[in-house]
């Protein structure tokens, strides 16, 4: 699956423990297109939330270009419908409504069709134990592969 990344949520992984992930369109402008070709596109501190029996994007941040003619462009935190099947849709809505679990944007890309698509999760909340855990597992690989490393020379 060839694909082009633009901006990805490295703090989902680090506070939430993925459960399913899915792989939604969003409707978009065409001036918003050319600025995430552009690589204008930031996932920080944005989640997704149902609006009316459909999920939006909240406080994802896509910069306006330069070039682009100011009539045409959007606010750059506006929420953004994201397009899943309605099976889907009822399947998250019930497991996040009675499970209890978030659902958050991992990524943002094209897609190998060139189409912007972006992949967000079922996720549960990790607590601050299961985060340092987390933390002095990668640390001890990291040491075990860098003495593997050191021993074969």
Excluded: W
């Excluded at 694909?3 to 993925?18: C, F, G, P, S, T």
């Excluded at 409707?27 to 930031?42: D, P, T």
């Excluded at 889907?88 to 912007?116: A, H």
């Excluded at 640390?139 to 021993?151: G, P, W, Y």
């Amino acid at each position: 699956m060839a694909m082009n990344l633009i901006a990805q949520n490295k703090k989902a992984r680090h506070d939430y423990e993925i459960i399913q992930t899915f792989e939604t369109g969003i409707v978009l402008a065409g001036s918003e297109v050319k600025a995430l070709r552009a690589k204008r596109a930031n996932l920080k501190d944005s989640y997704c939330r149902f609006i009316k029996d459909e999920l939006f994007l909240i406080n994802a941040h896509i910069t306006h270009l330069e070039t682009t003619y100011m009539h045409f462009t959007s606010d750059t935190k506006a929420p953004r419908k994201l397009l899943l099947h309605r099976k889907e849709l009822n399947k998250m809505f019930l497991q996040s409504t009675r499970d209890g679990l978030t659902i958050v944007p991992l990524m943002i890309y094209f897609n190998e069709r060139n189409k912007v698509k972006l992949s967000i999760a079922l996720a549960k909340g990790k607590k601050l134990f299961d985060k340092r855990a987390d933390s002095k597992g990668r640390t001890l690989d990291r040491e075990a592969a860098q003495a593997i490393k050191d021993n074969s020379r």
